[in-house]
């Protein structure tokens, strides 16, 4: 059989084992430690912008904790981008608040500003005013957020900005996960960079990290004993992992460039083929990671299924794009604002192979793998 070429699996560097080795010496074998500190520093640095970083044990736990520092509560209700993972929502409710779904808009695949403006207007029609937004950058491609921004002022409703996939995107040289009210990092081990497991909570608002920090350390009194005034959460990253992070950080710039060097390669091996379609950035301002180089497969003779198990036979891993949560079996009942733009990008939509552990014949196995079922499937013509 021939070797496996994954999705996206973790790449380490050079330098993560000396920061492990370190917390191992010292003992801090235990959540919170020096290599926390210091990664929170190195993500600060990296976002710039006034943010401030919690270091958390994954980006759902960042979700929540976003949800409890903006007062979310049973019954409330949360807008959330319906092309998404799951994580994204399923905060919301764990809190016993209501999901309301919105659609994508065909340029970036995320939140479509117009049927976001739609939802909040029905919602507020009903009595229902939302409490929150999350925004989620599909892929590492940065959404509208101008436009995002401008209606969520409008209306007063914070943003949570879930930049889980797009550490390293910009939107006008800013980084992604500075421009909502609080943003959301994963560092999964799928994810540009890894700490194995982990998240992040980002803020310019300084007392929304402080809390955060308070309530994902079991909400901890100061106290000479074990006091605790409201409930906490055992959300923070241990020291170890953070030295993954601190050292993964380290080659970050590099791993951005070789996914958007996959994106590339992939867009110029099928060009010309009217089957596949890319997600372009719309525009200058706009600057995407490449966490995945997706594309989409045109109606004809070929359908993204056709690729997918084509891929698989070859021994090389591919996933759809996300189900959108108003199409998931345990969201069935939740509202949803649209024109099912996610539910078409679902149906034709494919992840290719987008590590930055990729090698040059990995890229063209893959290109082989595609092409020679395009031209297999194809209609012959007499």
Known sequence: MKSKIWLSSPHMGEQELEYVKEAFASNWIAPLGPNVDGFEKDLETFLNHGSHVAALSSGTAAIHLALVILEVKAGDEVICQSMTFSASANPIVYLGATPVFVDSEASTWNMSPEFLEAAILDRIKLG???????????????????????IASVYGIPIIEDAAEA????????????????????????????????????????QYIKKARY???????????????????????????????????????????????????????????????????????????????????????????DLRLALVEDNIDSRPLWKPMHLQPVFVDAPFYGNQTCDLLFEKGLCLPSGSNLTQPDLERVVQCVTATLEKLQPVEK
């Open 215 to 305: 309530l994902a350390t079991q909400a901890l009194d100061p106290a000479p004993h074990y006091q605790h005034s409201q409930i906490g959460y055992n959300y923070r990253l241990s020291n170890v992992c953070a030295g993954i992070g601190r050292g993964q950080m380290k080659v970050l710039q590099s791993r951005i460039e070789q996914r958007r060097y996959n994106f590339q390669f992939y867009k110029k091996a099928f060009a010309g083929i009217n089957e596949i379609r890319f997600c372009d950035e719309p525009g200058p301002e706009y600057f995407s990671n490449r966490w995945l180089s997706t594309v989409i497969v045109e109606e004809g003779t070929v359908t993204r299924e």
């Open 128 to 150: 229902k005013k939302p409490k929150a937004i999350i925004l989620v950058h599909l892929y590492g491609m940065p959404a509208q957020i101008d436009k995002i921004q401008e």
């Open 167 to 206: 550490l390293g995107s910009t939107y006008k040289g800013r980084p992604l996960g500075t421009f909502g009210d609080i943003g959301i990092l994963s560092f999964n081990g799928n994810k540009i960079i890894t700490t194995s497991g982990g998240g992040a909570l980002v803020s310019m608002n300084e």
